[in-house]
């Protein structure tokens, strides 16, 4: 995370103007006012892993207003996700309350109006999410907004302490690795809001997200095996191999073709890692359940647009190729 701006460079007086400028540009715009702006200070702090957004700010005791005008405005494209680190912050949006203490987390919806209230010594991780992708995963998102997540469940729990720890490690993670965690970052976020209590929970659209949740994290951890019971995928999530598929079927796919497609995304990306390319391609396909070479390198090319071995030599040259021209 590099430091994007501190109050510490900026003249006593000009502070909160400066901070709230900044905030704006790296949050979401929004009014603000300070409990006491001649003691106000504050710091902020972004980073990236692939197309999410990180954003990591302290600051001392203020209110936050995101007024319908500013939510008319707002990207579209995005949903904030809240980690508290410190303090206490009070949110308020949908006419729900999500009070966040350390560990705490929320969903806050950009294109809707909200307001919130920052106590002394507040440290708050913010994570941008692409809307469509989380979506996908959960359904509508407009019924999570402002509701606390706490910790004492596995699922939240995890989720809380892993975006804790990614701050340290973006911007530092080799293009495979982020791709993975980026997709893990997104999963254990749709976990978590998959446990969210009330009304949400209990509408079938939810419910249907998070079956698919189960079943493709089902999925990923048989990957390996060669003959895969798809039965005892939509067991592991908890449903009938009929509902599974149902489940699967709004999204217009199958346990099969679920299967098929990541087994082909594991290959591919063991394909463009430089630390596997002692690996042969049969190697790779093997262990990741395909038995027949001739079967794999057809749907390879159908999915990729080339052989395997054609797709990893041309890796392989354009790192060659770029090598070159920086020396």
């Not at 087994?263 to 396909?285: F, G, M, W």
Request: glycine share 6%.
């Amino acid at each position: 995370m590099k430091l994007v701006f501190s109050t510490a460079d900026v003249p006593r007086r000009d502070r909160f103007d400066y901070w709230h400028s900044v905030a704006c540009q790296n949050v979401t715009h929004h009014d603000s006012r300070p409990r006491c702006r001649p003691e106000f200070h504050a710091e902020l702090r972004s980073g990236a892993l692939a197309d999410l957004g990180f954003v990591e700010f302290s600051n001392a005791a203020m209110a936050v207003v995101h007024s319908a005008a500013h939510a008319a405005n707002a990207n579209s494209d995005e949903i904030l996700i809240c980690r508290q680190a410190a303090g206490r912050l009070m949110l308020e949006q949908e006419g729900r309350d999500a009070l966040l203490d350390p560990g705490d987390m929320t969903l806050l919806d950009p294109c809707l109006p909200y307001t919130g209230e920052f106590s002394a010594g507040s440290q708050l991780l913010v994570v941008k999410v692409p809307r469509q992708q989380l979506e996908a995963r959960i359904g509508p998102i407009r019924a999570a907004a402002a509701r606390t997540l706490r910790p004492v469940e596995a699922e939240i729990g995890l989720t809380s302490a892993f975006l804790a720890a990614l701050p340290t490690f973006l911007d530092r993670l080799s293009p495979v690795a982020e791709e993975t965690v980026r997709s893990q970052t997104l999963d254990l976020i749709a976990l978590s809001l998959g446990k969210v209590g009330g009304e949400q929970a209990q509408r079938a659209s939810s419910a249907r997200s998070l079956v698919r949740l189960k079943v493709r994290a089902a999925i990923e951890a048989r990957l390996h095996e060669p003959q895969i019971d798809l039965g005892s995928v939509a067991a592991a999530a908890g449903v009938s191999l009929r509902y599974a598929n149902a489940a699967l079927a709004d999204e217009n796919t199958s346990i099969s073709r679920v299967v098929q497609e990541r087994r082909l995304a594991r290959c591919r990306k063991a394909l463009e890692d430089p630390a596997q390319s002692h690996r042969t391609v049969s190697d790779i396909a093997y262990s990741w359940g395909f038995s027949d070479m001739t079967h794999f390198g057809r749907k390879f090319r159908a999915a990729f647009g080339r052989l395997p071995s054609e797709y990893r030599r041309s890796l392989s040259e354009a790192r060659q190729s770029k090598t070159t021209d920086v020396t």
